[in-house]
C-alpha cells in the first residue's frame, strides 16, 4: 500500500534531512518535488495545486519550532497537510437509532458483497449485532455468496425470491427488531457501468428504509475513475461516505488522496487484504504516517488486540506460573500472529523497521508453515511434554509432517531454549514479555 508514493516522497524529503538550516529556496525545491510525487502517485491535479499552495502558506518563512530540526518541522507539517486531506473528521459511525441501518452501493466488480460479509465481522467484533440483507437480486449467486459468508461468521443473511429489492430491505428491519439485531449491513445491486435504473432503483431503496449510512464502495485499482464513480453516486442519490476495497495492491494512493477533497464525502473504511478479517476502520493521520514512511503503530496493536482473548491471556499466566507452558501454547500464539496478515504487512507498520528492505519474507511464512506441520503431527502427550520425543518419534514426527528429523530437532530445541529462558526470569518479568509478545 502506497509504496510507490511513499518512495517518491522520501526521495523529496532525502535531500534536507540533516541539514542545519534551511533555506527558502530549499523549501520552494522540496515543495516542487512534492508536487511531482504526487502527479505521478495519480492524485488529482486541482488536489495537488491546492496541496502545493497550502504548503508554501505554512512553510516558507516559517519560524523553526523550538528542539525541532528543519527537517522535522517540514515533515510534521506535510503530515498534517496530509491528514486535513484525507479527512480529518472521525470515520466512526454514530450509532443513535435501532436497528442502525447501513447500505452499501457501487458498480459491479468493486467487492461490495465480499465488504458486506467484512463490515459485518468488523461490527461483531466491537459487540454489534449485525444482520446482513440480500437486496442483489440480479448478479447470479450474489444472495449465495452472501449467505456462504454470512454462514462463515455465524451472522444471519435475510432474503427473499421473487421480491423487490426495497421490499425485501424494508421486511427486514422487522426481522432484525424481532430478532435484537441492531445494526442491519444492506448489499444492493451494481451494474457494470453506471445507468439511470441503477440509480433509480438505489433512491427507491434509500426513500424506502431511510438508511443512516449510505457507503459508496470503490476499488481503489482503477485510480481517477473512482472519484468520477463517487462525483456521480454523491449527485444522485446521495453518499455519506466511501470504502475503498484492494487498498494491499494499490502502490500509488491518488484516488484515496483526492476524493475528500473533490466529492466532500469522508473515507469510513479501507480493505487491506482478501481475507475476511481485512478492513479497517480509515483514520486520516495514521494513513498519513504510512504514506511518510513513519509506519503505524496504532493499528497494528489494535490488530493484535482482536486476536488476544482476555480469558486466554489469563489462562496462560497461569501456565507460566507452573512451567506448564505447551508446544500446543506456543502453536496457538502462533496462529494468532499468522492471523494478523503476512510478516511483511505487520512489519511496515512497525516504525524503524518498516523501511529496512527485505528479500526474504516468505521464508519468514514458509518456516510458520513448516513449525505448524511438526507441531500438528505430534500426539497429545508429545506437546504436552515434549521431553519424551525420542529418536524414533521425531522420525515419525518428521514423516507426517512432510519435514526431516533436523528440522524436528531445531523446532524442540529452540523450544527447550524458551522454556529455560522464562526458567530462569523473575516470574512477573516472564509474564510481562510473555503478555507483550502476545500483543506484539
Request: proline share 2%; charged share 30%; glycine share 6%.
Amino acid at each position: 500500500m502506497f509504496e510507490d508514493l511513499e518512495a517518491k516522497l522520501a526521495n523529496a524529503l532525502k535531500k534536507i534531512k540533516g541539514q542545519a538550516l534551511i533555506t527558502e529556496q530549499d523549501a520552494l525545491e522540496v515543495l516542487k518535488n512534492i508536487k511531482f510525487a504526487l502527479l505521478e502517485a495519480d492524485v488529482n491535479y486541482k488536489v495537488v495545486k491546492e496541496i502545493e499552495q497550502e504548503l508554501k502558506e505554512k512553510l516558507v518563512g516559517k519560524q523553526i519550532e523550538k528542539n525541532l530540526t528543519p527537517f522535522q518541522t517540514i515533515v510534521d507539517t506535510v503530515h498534517k497537510e496530509l491528514t486535513q486531506v484525507l479527512g480529518a473528521e472521525s470515520s466512526t459511525f454514530v450509532i443513535n437509532s435501532k436497528p442502525f441501518i447501513v447500505m452499501l452501493v457501487g458498480i459491479q466488480g468493486s467487492g461490495k458483497t465480499t465488504t458486506c460479509a467484512k463490515l459485518a465481522r468488523l461490527l461483531k467484533s466491537k459487540g454489534r449485532q449485525a444482520l446482513l440483507v440480500a437486496c442483489d437480486i440480479y448478479r447470479p449467486a450474489a444472495v449465495k455468496q452472501l449467505q456462504t459468508l454470512g454462514k462463515q461468521l455465524d451472522i444471519p443473511v435475510f432474503s427473499k425470491e421473487n421480491t423487490k429489492p426495497q421490499d425485501i430491505a424494508l421486511e427486514s428491519l422487522e426481522y432484525a427488531k424481532s430478532n435484537g439485531r441492531d445494526i442491519v449491513i444492506i448489499d444492493t445491486a451494481g451494474r457494470l457501468q453506471i445507468d439511470e435504473q441503477l440509480m433509480q432503483e438505489l433512491v427507491v431503496m434509500k426513500n424506502t428504509v431511510q438508511p443512516n449510512e449510505i457507503l459508496l464502495v470503490v476499488d481503489s485499482m482503477i485510480g481517477q475513475e473512482a472519484v468520477n464513480i463517487a462525483k456521480k453516486f454523491n449527485d444522485d442519490i446521495g453518499i455519506s461516505g466511501l470504502i475503498f476495497t484492494k487498498m494491499d495492491a494499490d502502490a500509488r494512493g491518488g484516488a484515496l488522496l483526492s476524493i475528500k477533497r473533490i466529492v466532500g464525502k469522508p473515507i469510513k473504511f479501507i480493505g487491506v487484504g482478501e481475507k475476511i478479517s481485512d478492513l479497517e476502520q480509515f483514520y486520516p493521520d495514521r494513513i498519513a504516517s504510512r504514506i511518510l514512511g513513519m509506519g503505524d503503530i496504532l493499528t497494528l496493536i489494535e490488530q493484535a488486540k482482536n486476536q488476544t482473548d482476555e480469558q486466554e491471556q489469563k489462562q496462560l499466566q497461569k501456565k507460566l506460573k507452573k512451567n506448564q507452558f505447551t508446544l500446543d501454547d506456543f502453536l496457538g500464539q502462533l496462529k494468532k500472529i499468522q492471523k494478523m496478515g503476512s510478516i511483511a504487512s505487520i512489519i511496515k507498520m512497525i516504525p524503524g523497521l518498516n523501511k529496512v528492505k527485505l528479500t526474504n519474507t516468505d521464508d519468514f511464512e514458509v518456516e510458520l508453515k513448516k513449525i505448524t506441520a511438526i507441531i500438528q503431527s505430534m500426539t497429545k502427550k508429545e506437546k504436552e511434554n515434549y521431553k519424551i520425543i525420542d529418536a524414533n518419534r521425531k522420525r515419525r514426527i518428521a514423516k507426517g509432517s512432510g519435514t526431516d528429523v533436523q528440522s524436528v530437532n531445531k523446532l524442540l530445541k529452540q523450544f527447550e531454549e524458551m522454556n529455560k529462558m522464562m526458567k530462569g526470569l523473575d516470574k512477573n518479568k516472564a509474564l510481562h514479555i510473555m503478555k507483550n509478545l502476545g500483543r506484539m
